[in-house]
């Protein structure tokens, strides 16, 4: 939301307090409270008619800072998010001649207390953040319509990029966007998001985070083009300052406050194919499916039945449609015995004519509006109501009838929707704020399904398939990217949406593969099996028409088979990086920036990506098979096509449909399966332990797990002068391959591989 009207004046229906002056500080142990008067102080007489602001910063932990603006205090206060827990840091509070200073860790905050010169400047040890300080921070009142908005503006330096702020498909870098933090289902050819998080990533290394479910409104660089506003509706803001370091350190920061991911099945990693949405099938036509591509060779783990599973207008009743699956547990146990896992299509709302609404509406469990009447539309499914997750009752019923379809086979649910959600005239059970619950009903939702599939599943063993989210979402993987078209432009602008949400500490994400709206040409499902594949999670799903790969053409089955394969086969790589998403928040998608937070050509970036620390991908966006790409400086080996590169500097070249640009770094371990049909096997069992390149004195160790997430062999190599050795333990089920030459001399010992250079 913009206030202003250029630099100078403010837009004529605008009247602003600003915090211009200091006026006193109060320390309550780890709370320090500082009050800022709306104008220069010269005498007593200017104490009297003027507004003040009152701020108050707190540290929850070590190298993070809560930042809490209000102006009146006597307003009730809505519901805002709270940290994980308080980690209790130390801190100091040091009052000095003409500043404060708060510290915590290398985080410091300097409040000046010179009159006239409201500032305050964040540091990381003695380097310069960011700021708030001449006309930034402030209330402002519209005099047309008597809404009161809280505003800070901070700081940006010349070079500094904005990442982030949920999954945003306009351009990478939110530098002169408008950004509204409100889920809709618009898509992902707009600037409307389903997956709307209020935090940022800067490549300066910190990160803020809005505390507010509402609808928080950002101008990046776009109302003042040297500062990132902020500014919500009411009497109070407040945002988190989470310093890093580094861009990966302010994701780790920003997830143990928030969440980290839970650890997904290993067997979510393998190829999802669909039944698509609105197409026609029954149990011939699924089977029929499975078997195609059974008979030509293509790894399939999971099955997914969309929304037609049920009746038509009685979505959701969650009862298999009789017409055309008239033995749902016989056929979940046949598709069982085929190895293959078992996904259903649900949402939170219920038709008029499902059985479920009279039995809602009867205990109570579906949102009112303040008349006491349920609130409905016709917008999806005719007289369609909402579950009411902020009723303890209304989640334990829906997740009764969510049980059922556990108990006949079903392994994980894809939690569509969850953006449609009213504002006006609604009562929640527990009397929550309407406009915060319009962001806030999707983590009620996906809590709800997912807390049920941990108690019946395991921990471990349960994994959703999101559509919307919000701040600590990620909690619950996996999220894929809405409806996308079938077109290079929409592979593009999805891939865009991954990696800004991957910036907010999203671990595990997917995508339509080939698009959701329209039929894909074979060069485009092809082209979007390479990038699917390359993804954490990958589904075959679409609209209007079947996704299978010899609907396409006969190299599309090709294609897939050998993605699939190869995404089986880097198994012990992924499930690596799926365990250190969990243990430390950060995603296996993520943005060239950072891995390489010092190279400044990967800033813009957001046509190619590293899949973890050691995959470079980047996918084909062009018919003629050429692609321009960038590489980090150092050698770089393509695992597809066994060619080495130097970087740093640009790179063209032209790919068929069975290879692109997936490059593996130097001085690397990259641990490859020795199954190539499933994803969940022994990932120690016939190993190979692929090395690149390694410059002398250069050392890397990894480690590989089991598929419970237990690491179990553990490799390190050292290269000193024309050997390195590889050290082994865990394991001695091995082989070790240099990528710079296959027959390269080595000599295997117990627990460790000497490889002359």
Not at 182 to 203: M, R, V
Not at 239 to 261: M, N, V
Not at 470 to 475: D, S
Request: hydrophobic content about 35%; some cysteine; aromatic content about 14%.
């Amino acid at each position: 939301m913009k206030f202003t009207n250029g630099f100078w004046l403010m837009k004529k229906e605008i009247t602003p307090l600003y915090a211009v002056e200091y006026a006193g500080h109060e320390v309550h142990g780890r709370e320090l409270t500082v009050f800022a008067v709306g104008t220069h102080i010269r005498g007593r007489g200017d104490c009297l008619n003027v507004g003040m602001l009152t701020i108050r910063l707190y540290s929850p932990m070590e190298n993070v800072l809560h930042v809490r603006e209000d102006h009146f205090e006597g307003t009730n206060e809505k519901r805002i998010y709270g940290h994980a827990e308080d980690f209790s840091p130390e801190i100091k509070i040091r009052d000095e001649e003409d500043s404060i200073i708060y510290e915590t860790g290398r985080l410091r905050a300097v409040i000046s207390k010179k009159p006239g010169d409201w500032r305050i400047s964040y540091y990381d040890s003695d380097r310069y953040l960011t700021s708030t300080g001449y006309r930034n921070m402030a209330y402002m009142s519209n005099q047309e319509t008597g809404i009161n908005y809280m505003v800070e503006q901070l700081g940006l330096e010349p070079g500094e990029y904005v990442y982030g702020l949920g999954e945003r498909f306009t351009p990478f870098v939110k530098n002169g966007q408008s950004v509204e933090i409100w889920n809709e289902d618009g898509g992902t050819a707009s600037e409307q998001t389903y997956k709307n998080i209020p935090f940022y990533l800067t490549n300066r290394g910190y990160g803020i985070l809005v505390d507010s479910m509402g609808d928080v409104a950002f101008e990046i660089a776009s109302e003042k083009v040297e500062q990132v506003q902020f500014s919500i509706p009411g009497e109070s803001l407040g945002y988190y300052l989470i310093a890093g370091g580094t861009p990966k350190g302010t994701i780790e920061l920003y997830t143990a406050l928030f969440g980290r991911p839970a650890l997904p099945p290993a067997w979510s990693f393998g190829l999802w194919l669909t039944t698509s949405f609105t197409t026609n099938y029954d149990e011939e036509t699924t089977s029929s499916f499975i078997q195609g591509m059974a008979d030509r060779g293509i790894p399939l783990h999971v099955f997914h039945f969309d929304c037609y599973w049920m009746q038509a207008y009685q979505w959701c009743d969650f009862i298999w449609d009789p017409n055309t699956f008239p033995d749902p547990e016989g056929m979940l146990k046949r598709y069982h015995d085929r190895g293959l896992k078992i996904c259903v299509w649900i949402n939170p709302y219920i038709g008029q004519k499902s059985c479920l609404f009279k039995e809602g509406k009867e205990a109570g469990y579906l949102v009112k509006k303040r008349d006491g009447s349920v609130w409905q539309t016709d917008l999806w499914q005719p007289g369609m109501a909402l579950v009411d997750f902020t009723n303890p009752d209304a989640a334990a019923w829906y997740e009764g009838k969510l049980k059922a379809l556990l108990d006949m086979g079903v392994d994980c649910f894809k939690t569509d929707f969850g953006e449609r959600v009213p504002v006006r005239d609604i009562q929640w059970f527990d009397g929550s704020d309407s406009v915060d619950m319009h962001n806030y009903y999707t983590y009620l939702y996906n809590q709800c399904v997912f807390a049920l599939l941990e108690r019946e599943k395991g921990a471990g063993n349960a994994v959703l398939f999101a559509r919307s989210a919000v701040t600590g979402g990620q909690k619950f993987p996996a999220h894929w990217g809405g409806d996308c078209s079938a077109t290079y432009s929409s592979m593009a602008e999805t891939l865009r949406g991954g990696l800004s949400l991957a910036c907010c500490g999203f671990g595990f994400w997917s995508h339509d593969i080939s698009g959701f709206e329209q039929t894909a040409t074979a060069d485009i499902y092809k082209r979007w099996c390479q990038f699917g594949l390359l993804s954490s999670h990958s589904r075959l799903h679409g609209s209007s028409s079947y996704r299978v790969p010899w609907l396409f053409d006969e190299e599309a089955c090709t294609v897939l088979k050998e993605m699939t394969e190869w995404k089986c086969r880097l198994m012990p790589y992924l499930y690596r990086l799926a365990v250190e998403s969990h243990e430390k928040g950060l995603p296996l998608l993520r943005p060239m920036f950072m891995e390489f937070p010092q190279d400044r050509s990967c800033l813009p970036l957001d046509m190619q990506y590293m899949l973890g620390d050691s995959l470079l991908a980047a996918p084909v966006f062009s018919e003629t098979g050429q692609v321009e790409y960038y590489l980090p400086k150092g050698k770089w080996y393509n695992l597809m096509t066994e060619e080495t590169l130097e970087g740093p500097g640009w790179q063209i070249g032209k790919f068929d449909y069975h290879s692109m640009p997936l490059l593996v770094p130097g001085n690397t371990i990259l641990p490859l399966g020795s199954c190539k049909d499933k994803p969940d096997y022994d990932y120690t069992k016939g190993v190979t332990l692929l090395l690149t390149e390694f410059d002398d004195g250069a050392r890397s160790s990894i480690f590989i797990p089991d598929t419970r997430g237990n690491k179990v062999m553990f490799a390190e190599a050292i290269r000193e002068g024309n050997k390195i050795t590889v050290s082994v333990r865990g394991s001695s089920d091995y082989t070790c391959a240099a990528s710079w030459n296959r027959a390269a001399e080595m000599v295997r010992e117990e627990g460790k591989t000497i490889i002359f250079v």
